[in-house]
């Protein structure tokens, strides 16, 4: 009786050790009978153009190392389109999620996904659909165009799908704090004040006692200085401050600040980029102080 038992014993362990080996041997990736796409890596710095078709169509271009949006050819934010760009060209597939045919929970029904496409010259060497991003913000829910499976990738590619304004580069003016010689401020009916370094690098001015520290910080500002949004049409009247910065390679940048406007913001515009912007009345009253003037604050 005894040996019956153990023999009985052997068998059932040796029955769940060859169910443990076939799993084994046909998992993949966590579920067993099903073979993920394989995708061939493209090389990633040879893709010149990425575009987004979803409730609004975008259109980004890369030459130089530096992407932009299309057709106005505004500067693009590189971290963005970069992040895209190397998803597209290695997509790394983490599972199968659904063959299930019901794609509006992920996100991917024809009226909430975006069909992102990349592009080698004419060509277009990459397709897919995106959907949302997983619970947990590792993966993101994906089909591929003539597949209506549902796939997981690594990465959050949603939250670098923006609408055209979001993707711009709102770096608007860059000069490296150290090379920053002289800077001169006009305003209309009044006379310039010229700021500059002297030889033991302590900003000083002919017009009145400079604060080095209030030059410098401003200076540091610049390096980049960031524009809170965009303006997009033309302001009536002349800028109210100009500020031209020299640098050490003989350079001038132009700065145009506007007065303030009613919703707290101040205009603004480098000569980097041609481009009207909406700066913070932090960095614009910061930039003006460092030439003497002063803003009165409100108590309370």
Same mark, same amino acid.
């Given at each position: 009786?005894?040996? +019956?038992?153990?023999?009985?014993?052997?068998? $059932?362990? &040796?029955?769940?050790?060859?169910?443990?080996?076939?799993? $084994?041997?046909?998992?993949?990736?966590?579920?067993?009978?099903?073979?993920?796409?394989?995708?061939?890596?493209?090389?990633?710095?040879?893709?010149?153009?990425?575009?987004?078709?979803?409730?609004?169509?975008?259109?980004?271009?890369?030459?130089? #190392?530096? @992407?932009?949006?299309?057709?106005?050819? !505004? $500067?693009?934010?590189n971290g963005n389109l970069n992040a895209i760009s190397e998803a597209m060209a290695d997509p790394?597939?983490?599972?199968?999620?659904?063959?299930?045919?019901?794609?509006?929970?992920?996100?991917?029904?024809?009226?909430?996904?975006?069909?992102?496409?990349? @592009?080698? #010259?004419?060509?277009?060497?990459?397709? $897919?659909? *995106? %959907?949302?991003?997983?619970?947990? %913000?590792?993966?993101?829910?994906?089909?591929?165009?003539?597949?209506?499976?549902?796939?997981?990738?690594?990465?959050?590619?949603?939250?670098?799908?923006?609408?055209?304004?979001?993707?711009?580069?709102?770096?608007?003016?860059?000069?490296?704090?150290?090379?920053?010689?002289?800077?001169?401020?006009?305003?209309? %009916?009044?006379?310039?004040?010229?700021?500059?370094?002297?030889?033991?690098?302590? !900003?000083?001015?002919?017009?009145?006692?400079?604060?080095?520290?209030?030059?410098?910080?401003? *200076?540091?500002?610049?390096?980049? +200085?960031?524009?809170?949004?965009?303006?997009? &049409?033309?302001?009536?009247? &002349?800028?109210? @401050?100009?500020?031209?910065?020299?640098?050490?390679?003989?350079? =001038?940048? =132009?700065?145009?600040?506007?007065?303030?406007?009613?919703?707290?913001?101040?205009?603004?515009?480098?000569?980097?980029? #041609?481009?009207? *912007?909406?700066?913070?009345?932090?960095? &614009?009253?910061? +930039?003006?102080?460092?030439?003497?003037?002063?803003?009165?604050?409100?108590?309370?």
């Amino acid at each position: 009786m005894n040996k +019956l038992k153990t023999y009985t014993e052997y068998i $059932i362990l &040796a029955a769940v050790a060859v169910v443990l080996l076939l799993y $084994i041997i046909f998992r993949s990736t966590g579920d067993i009978n099903y073979k993920l796409p394989e995708l061939n890596a493209v090389d990633e710095q040879s893709i010149s153009r990425i575009t987004m078709e979803g409730q609004e169509t975008l259109d980004f271009s890369r030459t130089d #190392g530096q @992407w932009h949006i299309e057709p106005e050819g !505004w $500067i693009a934010e590189n971290g963005n389109l970069n992040a895209i760009s190397e998803a597209m060209a290695d997509p790394k597939i983490a599972d199968l999620i659904s063959t299930s045919g019901n794609p509006g929970i992920y996100s991917l029904d024809e009226t909430q996904r975006v069909l992102v496409k990349a @592009w080698i #010259g004419d060509d277009v060497v990459r397709e $897919i659909y *995106v %959907g949302k991003v997983s619970n947990n %913000g590792i993966y993101t829910y994906v089909m591929f165009p003539g597949d209506d499976n549902i796939y997981s990738v690594r990465g959050n590619l949603p939250s670098r799908v923006k609408d055209k304004d979001s993707m711009r580069d709102k770096r608007f003016i860059d000069i490296a704090r150290d090379k920053a010689l002289k800077m001169t401020l006009s305003t209309p %009916g009044s006379s310039d004040i010229v700021l500059f370094k002297d030889p033991e690098d302590v !900003w000083r001015s002919q017009n009145f006692e400079a604060d080095d520290d209030a030059v410098k910080a401003a *200076v540091n500002m610049l390096n980049p +200085l960031r524009c809170k949004d965009f303006l997009y &049409a033309q302001l009536p009247q &002349a800028p109210q @401050w100009t500020i031209n910065i020299l640098d050490s390679d003989s350079k =001038t940048t =132009t700065l145009e600040i506007w007065p303030e406007t009613a919703e707290g913001i101040y205009p603004a515009r480098s000569s980097q980029n #041609g481009y009207l *912007v909406k700066i913070t009345p932090y960095a &614009a009253e910061k +930039l003006l102080e460092a030439f003497g003037i002063v803003f009165e604050k409100e108590n309370g």
